[in-house]
């Protein structure tokens, strides 16, 4: 409450006294305002497919509440991430339309931002990171999204590449970099990187290449690395602003510097992440 008060006196008292060359300062002071009582609603996916469920199954129940709890009626879909839009826009919509949720490509838009910017909820579906970065960056898509989720304008559901997309940085993909986006900075919904489709190895498995856990170790040596999510197939990572809670039929794995994975199940509360100089109990 005192936030808001001191917020509205300094509007009205920068619209009063500044000079007009400078009265925009109170929509800079606004755009912070906003930021800090922002309140971001997502649904990270490892994965659209699951062993033993059909596309989408295992999330259903999840994506219809998360809907639904924010009157949500039409989701536009973002195909980036494979080549053919309207077949990937199909395959979803044939999914998701007798849910009771229309589904609209955002390839079909003249303008990507507008339909953005009109936009309740966008779904990102997954294909290939590196393209899908690409073409968020081509079409200035990243820092819109960004601003959107981030002051509550907009829900976001990702799946695998558009899990990806939604955190701190690209680096802990497993896709091969078939194309080069300007920036592996993503959209930072959440401070840290997921690795999506994360699988331990088994024990008795005679493969004797490197394992993930490898790699992500690899990238843990890196000056710039963050705290990694591993996400099992069929787990969610919902974020409901401060909280950050997994869902679905599969739990998570913590990766963080200097110290050793953590396994997580269903349930478990990861909200200390949002805090990345925290450290995991």
């Not at 478990?268 to 100089?277: H, P, Q, Y």
Request: negative net charge; glycine residues 6%.
């Amino acid at each position: 409450m005192w936030c808001s008060l001191r917020y509205v006196y300094l509007r009205f008292h920068l619209r009063c006294t500044l000079p007009s060359s400078l009265n925009n300062f109170h929509i800079t002071v606004y755009k912070y305002y906003s930021i800090m009582k922002s309140h971001p609603q997502a649904l990270l996916l490892s994965s659209s497919n699951c062993h033993g469920y059909s596309l989408l199954e295992f999330a259903k129940q999840e994506i219809c509440s998360f809907l639904g709890k924010n009157n949500v009626t039409e989701l536009v879909f973002v195909p980036y991430a494979q080549k053919n839009y309207d077949d990937y826009t199909k395959k979803i919509k044939n999914v998701i339309t007798p849910w009771g949720f229309s589904v609209v490509g955002l390839h079909t838009y003249p303008d990507p931002a507008d339909a953005i910017n009109s936009a309740k909820a966008i779904f990102v579906g997954g294909g290939n990171t590196f393209l899908l970065l690409k073409t968020l960056y081509d079409n200035e898509l990243v820092n819109l999204i960004r601003e959107r989720v981030h002051t509550g304008n907009l829900v976001y559901i990702g799946s695998s590449a558009g899990t990806n997309v939604a955190t701190k940085s690209i680096h802990t993909t497993n896709d091969m970099p078939i194309i080069y986006p300007p920036s592996f900075d993503a959209i930072s919904i959440v401070p840290f990187n997921i690795n999506p489709h994360y699988i331990d190895k088994v024990e008795t498995d005679t493969h004797k290449g490197e394992t993930r856990d490898q790699r992500i170790e690899e990238y843990m040596e890196m000056p710039h690395a963050n705290p990694v999510l591993g996400l099992k197939e069929g787990c969610i990572l919902h974020v409901d602003g401060d909280s950050l809670i997994l869902k679905g039929v599969a739990g998570a794995v913590l990766f963080q510097v200097g110290d050793k994975k953590v396994e997580y199940p269903v349930g478990a509360d990861v909200s200390f992440l949002l805090d990345c100089t925290k450290e995991a109990n």
